[in-house]
């Protein structure tokens, strides 16, 4: 029996300005409440939830919970189950690409994991329930098709270039279109042109996240990206040792000439467990770019282990089965969940109305 005071517009009324992960806006108020059932005290709630906040729904739904716990303490227990609310993503600009959030993931220095982590941040974000594609933009040297393990042709269909769909992932990349082992030489126009197609004439779907890899060293490429569209932001990823740390200095300064948002930075390589002994060896130092990040006031997005079992699979083109092993699983989870934490309290710290002192 339902109690007088614990109704379905009690609990509706509760969760008015509850806020959705994704738009910050009172879910209630936009009607994403559906199915709300009483019975014994015991509420059952169906949430209507965009795939672009997939990663935060566990998070969104244990708050949801002790909030209606909260504000109805009659209620002894609160089961809340999520449907997906789809928002399409709107298109960006000339370049008409569909995507929420692209995000560019680079460093100063090569080979400190930016392909491995770009993959992994990819893998995450699709594990949790997100849409989303991959670009290698490293045309010198793509990597990403040898860590995924396809060697797929896209194909072309009425002028749009159909991605390789791979394990859940729309993925392009010129070692698709280049057979391995050959060499290529770029100009400057050609490059350009390359990173055009790759997103402009892409059918790329409907996308919650874009992860675009990024080759080492110099900024051309962030500067073309930039050019073409409005990056979300960057990732920097890096190794903990001096040397390295300087060299994600420079990118994070290369980023900004360029006017494109550090997002934040990952620690890769950043302590070995030993298999033998579980013991902890700090390979490179440790909580070099946590320290560099706090100084630097860019977020600090996680560590992610020196891993024998993650190099193996990399070579195997099984980077995505990384995931399997559970003493890794935790760190390639967070930095994907904290990444989507600031871009959503990023979006909400957005004003949606000019402030006060710009209509003075
Ligand atoms: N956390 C890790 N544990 C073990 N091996 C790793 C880890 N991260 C990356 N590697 C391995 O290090 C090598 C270099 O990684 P990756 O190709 O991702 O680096 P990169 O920064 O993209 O290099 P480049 O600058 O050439 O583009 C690969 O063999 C990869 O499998
Ligand atoms: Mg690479």
Known sequence: MADEALNQQSVQKALEDFPDPETGRGIGRLGQIHNIHIEDHK??????????????????????????????????DVAVNVEVHDRPA????????AAKAVIAVGSGKGGVGKSTIAAILAYGLKRAGARVGLMDADVYGPSIPHLIGTNQRPVVHENRIQPVVVDG??????????????????????????????????DWGNLDYLIIDMPPGTG??????????????????????????????????????V???????????????????NARHDIFGSGGAKRKAAELNVPFLGEV??????????????????FDDEASRPYLDAIGLNLVKNLVSKHRQKPAMPSLSVLK
């Open 43 to 76: 509420a059952t709630v169906l949430l209507g939830l965009t795939t672009y906040s997939a990663p935060l729904w566990e998070k969104t739904k244990s708050e949801l919970a002790s909030h209606l716990r909260s504000s109805l303490p009659q209620l002894s």
């Open 90 to 97: 709107e298109k960006i600009g000339e370049i008409g690409l």
């Open 169 to 202: 992932l729309t993925v392009m990349s010129m070692g698709f279109l280049i057979p391995p082992g050959e060499a290529v030489v770029w100009r400057g126009p050609m490059l350009h042109g390359a990173i055009t197609q790759f997103l402009r004439d892409t």
């Open 220 to 257: 051309d490429i962030a500067l073309t990206l930039s050019q073409l569209l409005p990056l979300t932001g960057a990732v920097v990823v890096c190794t903990p040792q001096d040397v390295a740390l300087l060299d994600a200095i420079k990118a994070i300064a290369m980023f900004g000439k």
């Open 259 to 277: 006017n494109i948002d550090v997002l934040g930075m990952v620690e890769n390589m950043s302590h070995f467990i030993c298999p033998e002994c």
């Open 305 to 322: 282990p020196l891993n024998i079992a993650m190099r193996i699979l990399g070579d195997e083109g099984k980077v995505g089965s990384s």
